[in-house]
């Protein structure tokens, strides 16, 4: 079975542009989460999606947007770029979204800001 | 309010001694934890779970874990280190808030294994 696939792998953008991160979950899973990692904040939460409806946001601005397709596929979107967007974002996905459930993360996307 | 401490951002240890990562977490309801290993450039890989079963659980490549509720711990143990284990290692806690499944992360250990 395929895992999670993210793509692209690695991007670079300049201030103030935007950005699209797109996500395939593992064939059946239908929760999605994405996540962004930091050297100094570490992993954080951005969003959970679940039948295409966003059920949880973690604390980052409106810039961050996401979305799900029926097939369970997800993009996020990055708005309005900042030198602090820079990061590995990670997708990961569940068969349900339960604490039993584990995830299973992507390889990332690393994003740099310029 | 859900949170996870790792004791140690920074554990070195000889190859064939034993590892520990020392986890400890604060959750208002029964929690499910998890333990997740990074390589370097890679994504996340599980390497076990608790989910109120059995409190000793075992995990991929020798890890184990024992939930010890009296002491909110959640401690990652293998008794013989090998160099492939040279990685960034994640305690985390699962919740439900709204409907949704939340994972707040530890800050990380990096273990290094030395020849």
């Known amino acids: 079975k395929a895992g999670v696939t993210q793509t692209p792998r690695y991007l670079i953008k300049t201030r103030g542009q935007q950005v699209t991160l797109s996500c395939s979950p593992i064939s059946g899973h239908r929760s999605v989460s994405w996540y962004q990692q930091t050297p100094g904040q570490g992993l954080q939460f951005l969003f959970e999606?679940?039948?295409?409806?966003?059920?949880n946001k973690g604390n980052f601005p409106g810039r961050f947007s996401g979305r799900q397709f029926s097939n369970s596929r997800s993009e996020m979107n990055v708005s309005t770029l900042e030198l602090g967007d820079s990061a590995l974002y990670l997708c990961a996905s569940s068969w349900f979204p339960d604490t039993n459930y584990e995830q299973y993360f992507g390889p990332g996307t690393r994003l740099t800001v310029t | 309010a859900q949170s996870v401490t790792q004791l140690d951002s920074h554990v070195s240890v000889s190859e064939g001694t034993p590892v520990l990562l020392r986890c400890n977490y604060s959750s208002s309801y029964s929690p499910s934890l998890f333990w997740y290993v990074q390589h370097p450039n890679k994504g996340l890989q599980l390497l076990l779970k608790y989910t109120s079963a059995a409190t000793l659980v075992k995990g991929i490549n020798g890890f184990e874990a024992e939930f010890k509720k009296s002491e909110t711990s959640f401690h990652l143990t293998k008794p013989s280190a090998h160099m492939s284990d040279a990685a960034e290692y994640f305690c985390v806690v699962s919740f439900i808030i709204q409907g949704a499944q939340k994972l707040v992360f530890g800050q990380g250990t990096r273990l290094t294994i030395n020849p």
């Open positions: 999606y679940f039948s295409e409806t966003q059920r």
